[in-house]
Nanobody, 122 residues
Framework: QVQLVESGGGLVQPGGSLRLSCAAS????????MGWYRQAPGKQRELVAA???????TYADSMKGRFTISRDNAKNTMYLQMNSLKHKDRNVYYC????????????????WGQGNQVTVSS
């Protein structure tokens, strides 16, 4: 089993910053990609940023220049530094990992964190 545990959400004023963390643990042989998604009530989950094993990063257009995704591969941990937060960034943020659990099988599975509320309010 693999678990992704998120931390770091909370309340921040517009223009402020927060850093989210996502720690993967359990039966992990290799992590191929990790990413952050967010979901507002009644809406589909959308990509915020993603990072591959080769450190190729992708950002949603509205997050470029404000959010930074990073990974500490030695700790199986991913971060999302969010700066210049806006009211519209208020969402539940989820981390995702594409993970190979066994060395003898190249099969990967998608895992999700529990979700972390980010509220931007003055």
């Amino acid at each position: 089993q693999v678990q992704l545990v998120e931390s770091g959400g909370g309340l921040v004023q517009p223009g402020g910053s927060l850093r989210l963390s996502c720690a993967a643990s359990g039966s992990i042989f290799s992590i191929y990609a990790m990413g952050w998604y967010r979901q507002a009530p009644g809406k589909q989950r959308e990509l915020v940023a993603a990072s591959t094993t080769c450190s190729i990063t992708t950002y949603a257009d509205s997050m470029k220049g404000r959010f930074t995704i990073s990974r500490d591969n030695a700790k199986n941990t991913m971060y999302l530094q969010m700066n210049s937060l806006k009211h519209k960034d208020r969402n539940v943020y989820y981390c995702n990992g594409v993970i190979q659990s066994r060395p003898e099988s190249k099969k990967t599975d998608d895992y999700w964190g529990q979700g972390n509320q980010v509220t931007v309010s003055s």
